[in-house]
């Protein structure tokens, strides 16, 4: 399948850091999604960035992309300790299809 | 507010027995909805496609008899696991692909909260 790929897997901070997820794909895309899943829980949307965009910014929170280099990355400002969940990014491609990445697993410490 | 619910929000069975789950787009039409399995500390891994009134596409390894899929209309999709076993114990996911805006906008996909299924 053509699932995005998530760097690092896992990531460690103190409360207060800041935090950097990356997020590579393979195929052209209409847009490309952020969403953060808290342990057993369901899916939580958090950004959207259209392919004809470079950057968007909601709150602490800041995406980039790439199209040349089919990448993405998503900046936590300020982070807190309720933070801590796994982070997802999801392509919507050309073709209509929708595909999740691996998953970042951050964890923010007190 | 949410757009997209499933119900039931977590089931358990025994083994052998057949469990449905709904996903409906609320205050918009899905032209596409699709369906989603999560393993323990894993991503979403994509398992079919379905347009209303066609059959669902699905994925490579998914079996179609085991889950099967049907889209009655542009508002509602259901996944039935039959003959569920504990192997297919998982987070089930859907999402609704459409425009939330009726007077146009670009179609996006939005996901439902998700289904746990435990099979005993």
């Known amino acids: 399948s053509q699932q995005g790929e998530e760097d690092p897997q896992a990531l460690s901070i103190q409360e207060g850091e800041n935090a950097t997820m990356n997020c590579s794909y393979k195929?052209?895309?209409?847009?490309l999604q952020w969403y953060r899943q808290n342990s057993g829980r369901g899916l939580v949307h958090l950004i959207l960035i259209r392919s004809n965009e470079r950057e968007k910014h909601s709150g602490r929170l800041r995406v980039t992309l790439d199209t040349s280099k089919k990448s993405s990355s998503l900046l936590i400002t300020a982070s807190r300790a309720a933070d801590t969940a796994s982070y997802f990014c999801?392509?919507?491609?050309?073709?209509?299809?929708?595909?999740f990445g691996t998953g970042t697993s951050l964890t923010v410490i007190p | 507010g949410a757009v997209v619910s499933q119900h039931p929000s977590r089931v358990i069975c025994k083994s052998g027995t057949s469990v449905k789950i709904e996903c409906r787009s609320l205050?918009?039409?899905?032209?596409?909805m699709f369906w989603y399995r999560q393993f323990p500390k894993q991503s979403l891994m994509l398992m079919a496609t379905?347009?209303?009134?066609?059959?669902?596409?699905?994925e490579q390894g998914v079996e179609k008899d085991k889950f099967l899929i049907n889209h009655a209309s542009l508002t509602l999709s259901t996944l039935t696991v039959t003959s569920a076993h504990p192997e297919d114990s998982s987070f089930y996911i859907c999402?609704?692909?459409?425009?939330?805006?009726?007077?146009?906008?670009?179609?996006?996909?939005?996901f439902g909260p998700g289904t746990r299924l435990l099979v005993l």
């Open positions: 999402s609704a692909r459409g425009q939330l805006d009726p007077r146009g906008g670009q179609e996006t996909q939005y």
């Open positions: 205050d918009f039409q899905a032209t596409t």
């Open positions: 999801a392509t919507d491609n050309t073709g209509n299809q929708f595909y």
């Open positions: 379905s347009n209303e009134g066609s059959k669902a596409t699905y």
């Open positions: 195929t052209s895309i209409n847009n």
